[in-house]
């Protein structure tokens, strides 16, 4: 794994068991944690990407 990426996901996303996860993915860790670090990282992206939208972004007429 590149090593940016890798500090990265162990900067933002906790060690799988210090997490509780929803009942229904208690019997897949894999797709649970999946979907924990997939939420953190579009988290992520919305925090990186807000500040640099203008109102012109969310006009649909122009």
Do not use: R
């Not at 990265?8 to 897949?28: A, I, R, V």
């Amino acid at each position: 794994m590149n090593a940016c990426y890798e500090t990265l996901f162990n900067y933002w996303c906790k060690p799988h068991e210090t997490l509780e996860f929803p009942s229904y993915l208690e019997g897949d860790p894999i797709k649970a944690y999946g979907v924990y670090a997939f939420e953190e990282g579009f988290k992520l992206a919305l925090n990186l990407a807000a500040p640099l939208l203008t109102q012109d972004d969310f006009n649909p007429h122009q």
